[in-house]
């Protein structure tokens, strides 16, 4: 991920070097590039939540006679518990 965030810098750079209207596109990419990360994650943390309350509210109510209950509802938890934990890299 830092290779892509580096190679973008670079061409932000390039140009605005060759492009004198472009100047401070470098620095507007390092001030938008965090804030961007940090929606884009909050966005896929948020999706990836609502589906697994979607999952375990069926589970809960149709599930129970299934010998793997509790171990369904134990893997949803991991699994909450594992996404809300998720961060983007720190960034170089």
């Given at each position: 991920?830092?290779l892509?965030r580096s ?9 605005e070097q060759?492009q ?32 697994l ?16 209950y509790?171990d369904?509802?134990?893997t949803?938890d991991l ?6 934990n998720?961060?983007?890299p720190?960034?170089?």
């Amino acid at each position: 991920m830092n290779l892509v965030r580096s190679e973008v810098r670079t061409q932000c750079q390039a140009i605005e070097q060759l492009q004198s209207e472009a100047r401070g596109l470098t620095a507007l990419w390092d001030e938008f590039l965090p804030d961007w990360l940090q929606e884009v994650q909050n966005y896929g943390q948020a999706y990836v939540l609502d589906g697994l309350r979607a999952i375990e509210s069926v589970w809960r109510r149709e599930g129970r006679a299934n010998a793997r209950y509790n171990d369904v509802l134990s893997t949803i938890d991991l699994l909450r518990t594992q996404v809300q934990n998720m961060r983007f890299p720190t960034l170089r």
